[in-house]
């Protein structure tokens, strides 16, 4: 008993000097590396989180420990990234509610607050019906739309959605948007038949996709998917919307730029690695790497445009 | 069929895929155990561990982590009143009542056989009922969703009450708490006050840990008399008899079918599962007035209840390519990391695949009963430690799992704010399970009911012109009509005075 | 205040409860109404429900208690309960104190605090406290990989 004490207490002293130990830019990272990841466990940033910062330790040179820090549709996970030590030991897992969240109200930081790191991913929507849906392509709905606003039920994954809502404000139409609690109650909905259709990520539709459950319509997309050659983008068939999530990796705005530098070049490595890679193609998740600095140009894009939605709603 | 299961069994039962499914199972037993840590933390934990090993060595591990997690929350919740996991809440109810009759041994006995029961039956009818269990979650949608929570949320004010009244304000209490955070259809703010923390409703395990294991810490501290806190307590150490095992083997078959189609319908748990099948239970027992007071049907119910849930949830992941719960979510993950589609051309394209997951699921059932049988001795012990100890441990554990579940100071202040609150309405015997089950249930009927007006365009006839939804207007009518009779063989047992 | 009335306790609650039922209510009534055409109750609609019925529920419970004279005539000359207060207090602390001094730190402090409140005079019980505190520690931090808060003063 009295040897457990002397050495719990001997650990504990030890922990705390570590903990005292000075950050500086020259020699970071000297401890390990927390990664908020503003969405629970389980979830799509949740598991590009976690492989990503399992990729990345080798070439950071410390553990990267992942800490879910969920609540306020990403908004309570991202206020805490922002508000925390701009030393390089906190670093925020960053997605499109960055761009969202703050003009609605619902989140006090924003892009402003973080210096961005790299953006990894970026996933394009795509809008699919059931197998034997009456709708066989975007024109038919949009036109049955046209003709009764407000009365084909779509499934929405998130609200306010903001596939729809681009949809709905570029081409002056209406659904009845039924909201449902992410994308698999989603799916479940319109494969049951019980709703008409529904927008997602690839990835969360892939294998209804290929079992032939579900019938892809369009993708959201400046381009055709690489892995759905067949599927024609929104832009193809007239609509110019364009519209999908991302996720990316950033740091509190006052962090030295030194620090910032060490980070974007262990994630730049990070996501050129074959096991990441691999991960990010089995998984339906599309990387989209930029740096910093054309990270930073891109928030301001997409925040822009969903302003722009966000004002007319 | 069969000769592909018996090749599965023999792949499981390698040397090294077994050692990790008996590691995952011991794993999630303590991981369960944890109040903060759930089944799906500890299995969305285990992932990235697995990305360098084979699909069936990948699911044996992350398959027993959450076969033991779902049981493994029932031990504190039976033991010290602190479910680990919100799948386990119910399992408090007749569970702690129990051990403080002196019956630790018997009740933790009850909960493994029956969370073995439930898991076996949930893994044999998802290897041999899948496509029809898939066909039945198709057909539920918004109206189902919301009967199945109002059939749930019908057992308010007849659990652990000598007081209807009493109870149904505690349910109403709990039913208003989960309209805090954003509404779930128009996402207009519903008393946020602005706090960001709040925006997605509070938590339920926080709510929880304060509810059962804060305020019991709070009473116990009150009730501590000094010589004896300091005493080892004793228990009977003797296992359930073969008549209780016959009294509880009916509600425990019963309770692991409805885990399974609960499990199946994507969007509803454990948690929900296991109210849900104790509601049941009491409903159709000849004894109704029993439970809340250590009857065996009621942990009986919960546990196989709660435990089925684990086979159900993958039949959607399975042969839908959706997942059934947070958990079969991660498993999905670990299937295309390791280049295999979940959906129904898996049984064609990889039945190798499916038949290693099927036979993890059994051994790791397996391993659940004996791991589980084996420690409740262990665990007793936990139980005969002497009060003035247990007392600082579970009030210390629970501020830290309140924290652990998010990092989170604002969680620990929920738990401590609901520890207080979970203290004052004990004082003025206000029962605080209705809470609990109004949480969890709430929020699923108010969503699901607005819902289904919206895809009725406004008309309320979806109460009457579908056939599951009629089943559960049935099932409620008759609950509620249950906890009348329990009412009225109540008033005539006890003196007028106290039957109110 | 020596002596704890029962009643004084029962009387607090329900105002408490009952405001809260109230204010609930009030709130309820000034969410936005939805725009014509959703085909849905608004954001107010169950809230308002829910509260109406708790107020119902709560002058339902008076009524009875009234009834039968218990809300005033209850047993009363319990001695005030000081140890739940105590043991609020630490418990408050504790979380406190995680914040600023860190997990390890916090949890041997508080452990010991509760045991010396709780009566324990035998300094060999004290040992329970580093422990129990390292081992979970160990369970959580290193097995499971969840962080435990390091301390805001050593950051």
Redesign the interface.
């Known amino acids: 008993?009295?040897m457990?004490?002397k050495a719990?207490?001997g650990?504990?002293l030890l922990?705390?000097s570590s903990?005292?130990a000075f950050a500086s830019a020259d020699n970071y990272p000297a401890r390990n590396v927390?990664l908020i990841v503003p969405f629970?466990?389980?979830?799509g940033t949740?598991?590009v989180a976690?492989?990503l910062a399992?990729y990345a330790e080798p070439h950071l040179g410390q553990p990267i420990?992942?800490?879910?820090?969920?609540?306020?549709?990403g908004?309570?996970g991202m206020?805490a990234g922002a508000n925390s030590?701009p030393d390089g030991y906190t670093i925020t897992m960053v997605t499109r509610e960055l761009a969202s969240l703050p003009k609605m109200g619902?989140?006090?930081a924003d892009s402003e607050d973080f210096k961005m790191v790299r953006l990894v991913n970026l996933d394009p929507a795509i809008v699919t019906v059931r197998a034997d849906s009456q709708y066989t392509t975007m024109a038919e709905i949009i036109d049955e739309a046209k003709k009764n606003p407000?009365r084909i039920?779509f499934a929405s994954t998130a609200?306010?959605n903001f596939y729809i809502l681009a949809i709905e404000q570029n081409q002056n139409v209406t659904f009845?948007q039924?909201?449902f609690?992410g994308a698999?109650?989603a799916?479940?909905?319109v494969?049951?038949?019980?709703?008409a259709f529904t927008i997602t990520g690839p990835?969360e539709v892939?294998?209804?996709l290929?079992?032939g459950?579900l019938k892809p319509l369009a993708v959201l997309a400046e381009n055709r998917l690489s892995s759905m050659p067949d599927v024609p983008t929104m832009k193809e068939l007239g609509y110019d919307v364009v519209s999908g999530t991302w996720r990316g990796i950033a740091v509190p705005s006052r962090t030295p730029d030194a620090i910032v530098d060490k980070l974007e070049d262990a994630f730049a490595k990070a996501v050129k690695e074959e096991?990441f890679v691999s991960?990010m193609e089995?998984?339906?998740f599309f990387i989209e790497d930029k740096s910093s600095e054309s990270f930073t140009q891109f928030i301001a894009e997409d925040t822009q445009s969903l302003n722009t939605i966000i004002e007319k709603m | 069929m069969f000769e592909l299961l018996l090749q599965g069994l023999q792949s499981t039962l390698q040397p090294s895929i077994f050692l990790l499914l008996l590691a995952g199972v011991t794993g999630g037993i303590i991981i369960g155990s944890l109040p903060g840590l759930t089944a799906t933390m500890g299995v969305a934990i285990m992932l990235p561990f697995t990305f360098g090993m084979g699909p069936n060595a990948s699911l044996a591990m992350l398959i027993g982590v959450y076969v033991g997690a779902i049981y493994g929350g029932s031990i504190p919740a039976i033991l010290l009143r602190t479910p680990g996991t919100p799948a386990s809440a119910a399992t408090v109810l007749d569970g702690h009542q129990l051990v403080q009759q002196g019956h630790a041994a018997k009740a933790l006995s009850i909960s493994v056989v029956c969370s073995f029961m439930g898991g076996l039956i949930s893994t044999i009818m998802l290897i041999t009922l899948s496509p029809m269990l898939a066909g039945f979650a198709l057909k539920f949608s918004a109206p189902e969703y919301f009967m199945l929570a109002v059939f749930g949320l019908t057992i308010i004010g007849s659990i652990s009450s000598k007081s209807l009244v009493k109870g149904l304000i505690s349910g109403f209490i709990g039913l208003a708490i989960a309209c805090i955070g954003l509404d779930p259809i128009t996402s207009t703010p519903r008393y946020t006050f602005g706090i960001m923390e709040l925006y997605n409703g509070l938590s339920i395990i926080p709510v929880l840990i304060g509810l059962f294991a804060i305020s019991e810490c709070l009473l116990q501290s009150e009730q501590i008399v000094k010589e004896a806190s300091q005493k080892a307590l004793t228990f009977s150490h003797k296992l359930f008899s073969y008549p209780e095992f016959r009294k509880f083997f009916p509600s425990a078959l019963k309770s692991s079918l409805m885990g399974t189609c609960i499990g199946a319908v994507p969007g509803a748990g454990a948690d929900i599962a296991a109210f849900v099948c104790y509601n049941e239970a009491r409903r159709s027992s000849k004894n109704p007035e029993n439970f809340g007071k250590g009857a065996l049907e009621g942990i009986a119910a919960a546990e196989s209840g709660n435990n089925g849930v684990t086979g159900g949830a993958l039949v959607p992941l399975l042969t839908l390519g959706v997942p059934g719960d947070a958990v079969a979510a991660i498993l999905l993950g670990a299937l295309t990391i390791q280049g295999i589609a979940p959906g129904p051309m898996l049984f064609q394209n990889s039945p190798d695949i499916v038949y290693g997951l099927f036979s993890s699921m059994l051994v790791a059932n397996i391993l659940m009963l004996i791991v589980g049988l084996a420690g409740i001795k262990i665990f007793c012990r936990i139980v005969e430690i002497p009060k003035a100890l247990i007392i600082p441990m579970i009030a210390l554990l629970s501020v830290v799992g309140a924290y652990s579940m998010n990092n989170s100071m604002f969680d620990v202040a929920v738990a401590l704010t609901f520890g207080l609150l979970g203290y004052l309405l004990t004082k003025i015997e206000i029962p605080l399970s209705p809470i609990v089950l109004a949480v969890i249930l709430g929020p699923m009927a108010e969503t699901n009911l607005r819902k289904s007006l919206m895809m009725y365009e406004g008309s309320w006839s979806f109460l009457y012109d579908r056939p599951i939804v009629l089943i559960f207007v049935l099932l409620s009518a008759l609950s509620l009509y249950s906890t009348w009779r329990i009412k009225r063989r109540i008033q005539s047992n006890t003196s007028p005075q106290l039957a109110v | 205040m020596e002596k704890f009335k029962g009643p004084q306790l029962t009387i607090v609650l329900y105002s408490f409860l009952f405001i809260f039922a109230l204010s609930f209510f009030y709130l309820a009534t000034t969410f936005p109404v939805p725009s014509i055409g959703n085909h849905t109750l608004g954001p107010g609609f169950y809230p308002s429900l829910i509260s109406a019925a708790l107020i119902v529920l709560i002058a339902t419970q008076v009524v009875f208690d009234l009834k039968q004279n218990k809300l005033f005539s209850r047993k009363a000359s319990k001695s005030f309960p000081w140890r739940p207060v105590w043991m609020f207090s630490i418990l408050a602390g504790y979380a406190v104190a995680m914040y600023l001094i860190g997990y390890l730190a916090a949890t041997i402090l508080c452990f010991a605090l509760i045991l010396f409140m709780l009566g324990v005079r035998n300094w060999l019980w004290y040992l329970a406290a580093p422990i129990f505190s390292y081992g979970l520690n160990v369970v959580f931090a290193d097995i499971f990989l969840v962080f435990l808060p390091s301390g805001l003063l050593f950051q």
């Not at chain 1, 629970?40 to 979830?43: C, D, P, R, S």
């Not at chain 1, 992942?66 to 306020?72: A, F, L, P, Q």
């Open positions: 008993m009295k457990k004490f719990a207490v650990i504990a922990s705390l903990a005292f927390r629970g466990a389980g979830g949740d598991a976690r492989a399992k420990a992942i800490m879910n820090r969920t609540g306020g549709a908004g309570v206020t030590r619902l989140m006090q407000g039920q609200k306010p009845n039924i909201p609690n698999s109650e799916t479940t909905a494969m049951g038949g019980h709703v990835g892939k294998a209804q290929d079992s459950q096991g991960f089995k998984g339906n």
